[in-house]
């Protein structure tokens, strides 16, 4: 079974951190890229950030270039957004996604796998 469990979620002030992390199993983790999305109430699914396991390229939202870094951990099958001074225009449900192949995407419809979702609350 294909799964995506995330955690690190919570509630921090302006100015924090958290990281996420997305534990993958149920394919081989070099034939997909992960990709970052998030959504607030009323607000489309955007995404954060991307990377591709093959090769480790990355893209990133120029809302949260220079605070939020994309890692992977190809031996744990983990993948991780650490988000730095953490805004209140950040806070949303964090998704994980999968697509296999050897590119990533942009857009929450080119993914065919998905966590749970993991709220982030940033407070004033």
């Known amino acids: 079974e294909v799964q995506l469990v995330e955690s690190g979620g919570g509630l921090v002030q302006a100015g924090g951190s958290l990281r996420l992390s997305c534990a993958a199993s149920g394919f081989t983790f070099d034939d997909y890229a992960i990709g970052w999305f998030r959504q607030a109430p009323g607000k489309e699914r955007e995404g954060v950030s991307c990377?591709?396991?093959?090769?480790?390229?990355?893209y990133y939202a120029d809302s949260v270039k220079g605070r939020f870094t994309i890692s992977s951990d190809n031996a744990k099958n983990t993948v991780y957004l650490q988000m730095n001074s953490l805004k209140p225009e950040d806070t949303a449900v964090y998704y994980c996604?999968?697509?296999?192949?050897?590119?990533?995407?942009?857009?929450?419809?080119?993914?065919?796998?998905w966590g749970q979702g993991t709220q982030v609350t940033v407070s004033s």
């Open positions: 996604a999968a697509v296999s192949g050897s590119y990533y995407y942009t857009l929450p419809n080119e993914y065919d796998y």
């Open positions: 990377i591709s396991s093959s090769d480790g390229s990355t």
